[in-house]
């Protein structure tokens, strides 16, 4: 009799200790019915264990991965070993609601997922338990951290008053553009122009006029481009343009696109509106080009001759005309 009690009590703290655990243990059979639902369960699924016992588990929660579930649970049956899976590959099994104070911005519970086996005494495997561990604390502050290591990388590699690439960022994809054109000869072509008369922009309206001029050039830019195309402020008022399987007549015609619509777009600002043009130079990358430096020096040449040609137009690399 006293070895019974001591059963008891032992059974007694045992159970009390499955039902107030912060972990959710469900114990099924291999038909999928619920045998075990504790407390954490109830208490994140609003379905007490009285309801669910002996019911199937995918009918009370259809929006379960049943064939995913299946086929892990099988595995462990057959093998006798436990399974893992974790929020990164898979961010929850239950969908419940996130309740944690702190993290309370997470739109769900993030779960990780222990499968165990429990053998009979016969050493078969016949149920199985469900192990479901709440990391929704731990998956907000990784996602967190890794969404502020992404902006500080886009900060460390965009121009902050444009958005644009910053000339860093700029001359590295240029290098990795030349290493591409030279190796399997793709048309690509870079443009330079820079806006006419910055100077007297700054002198006659001011630096905060200057900007919104060097902000709405940059907005007509990224407009015309196409998403494989890479723009950046090369300098103040210069800006630098790569156009990947691009030709030579294609880049011509999308510059006088661009320095079109920016002669034809005023900037108003609180003391005035300003008109303003631009002056560009295309360069294609051909066999004679070097290096990276020299495709800039070929179109920063035909930007040249542009401004001395009286600004407000589009010009080519000499080499490129020759070779026309």
């Given at each position: 009799?006293?070895?019974?009690?001591?059963?008891?009590?032992?059974?007694?703290?045992?159970?009390?200790?499955?039902?107030?655990?912060?972990?959710?243990?469900?114990?099924?059979?291999?038909?999928?019915?619920?045998?075990?639902?504790?407390?954490?369960?109830?208490?994140?699924?609003?379905?007490?264990?009285?309801?669910?016992?002996?019911?199937n588990l995918f009918e009370h929660?259809?929006?379960?991965?049943?064939?995913?579930?299946?086929?892990?649970?099988?595995?462990?049956?057959?093998?006798?070993?436990?399974?893992?899976?974790?929020?990164?590959?898979?961010?929850?099994?239950?969908?419940?609601?996130?309740?944690?104070?702190?993290?309370?911005?997470?739109?769900?519970?993030?779960?990780?997922?222990?499968?165990?086996?429990?053998?009979?005494?016969?050493?078969?495997?016949?149920?199985?338990?469900?192990?479901?561990?709440?990391v929704t604390d731990f998956a907000?502050?990784?996602?967190?951290?890794?969404?502020?290591?992404?902006?500080?990388?886009?900060?460390?590699?965009?121009?902050?008053?444009?958005?644009?690439?910053?000339?860093?960022?700029?001359?590295?994809?240029?290098?990795?553009?030349?290493?591409?054109?030279?190796?399997?000869?793709?048309?690509?072509?870079?443009?330079?122009?820079?806006?006419?008369?910055?100077?007297?922009?700054?002198?006659?309206?001011?630096?905060?006029?200057?900007?919104?001029?060097?902000?709405?050039?940059?907005?007509?830019?990224?407009?015309?481009?196409?998403?494989?195309?890479?723009?950046?402020?090369?300098?103040?008022?210069?800006?630098?343009?790569?156009?990947?399987?691009?030709?030579?007549?294609?880049?011509?015609?999308?510059?006088?696109?661009?320095?079109?619509?920016?002669?034809?777009?005023?900037?108003?600002?609180?003391?005035?509106?300003?008109?303003?043009?631009?002056?560009?130079?295309?360069?294609?990358?051909?066999?004679?080009?070097?290096?990276?430096?020299?495709?800039?020096?070929?179109?920063?040449?035909?930007?040249?001759?542009?401004?001395?040609?009286?600004?407000?137009?589009?010009?080519?690399?000499?080499?490129?005309?020759?070779?026309?």
């Amino acid at each position: 009799m006293a070895v019974n009690e001591s059963d008891m009590l032992e059974f007694h703290w045992l159970m009390d200790m499955l039902e107030t655990v912060e972990v959710g243990l469900v114990v099924i059979d291999m038909d999928y019915r619920v045998l075990v639902w504790n407390g954490f369960m109830e208490n994140h699924s609003g379905i007490t264990a009285s309801r669910i016992k002996e019911k199937n588990l995918f009918e009370h929660f259809p929006d379960l991965p049943e064939r995913w579930l299946k086929r892990k649970v099988e595995s462990v049956r057959l093998l006798n070993t436990r399974a893992f899976t974790t929020w990164e590959q898979r961010p929850y099994l239950f969908h419940f609601r996130n309740t944690r104070p702190i993290t309370g911005t997470a739109p769900y519970m993030y779960q990780n997922l222990t499968i165990s086996p429990l053998s009979s005494a016969d050493g078969n495997v016949r149920l199985v338990c469900l192990m479901i561990y709440d990391v929704t604390d731990f998956a907000a502050s990784r996602q967190a951290l890794e969404k502020a290591n992404d902006q500080l990388t886009l900060l460390s590699e965009t121009d902050r008053l444009t958005g644009l690439l910053n000339r860093g960022t700029w001359e590295s994809l240029l290098e990795a553009e030349y290493e591409r054109c030279r190796r399997y000869g793709n048309d690509s072509v870079l443009v330079m122009f820079d806006i006419d008369h910055f100077k007297a922009v700054n002198d006659t309206y001011g630096h905060v006029a200057g900007d919104e001029v060097i902000r709405r050039t940059s907005a007509i830019l990224q407009g015309s481009l196409r998403h494989a195309d890479l723009a950046g402020r090369y300098g103040g008022e210069e800006f630098a343009v790569i156009l990947p399987e691009t030709d030579l007549d294609g880049a011509i015609a999308l510059s006088e696109r661009i320095r079109t619509s920016i002669e034809q777009t005023p900037v108003d600002t609180e003391n005035a509106t300003i008109r303003y043009t631009i002056s560009m130079g295309v360069a294609p990358m051909h066999d004679g080009i070097g290096t990276p430096v020299q495709w800039i020096r070929e179109s920063d040449a035909a930007l040249y001759v542009a401004k001395e040609g009286g600004r407000n137009q589009v010009r080519v690399a000499a080499a490129a005309s020759t070779t026309e």
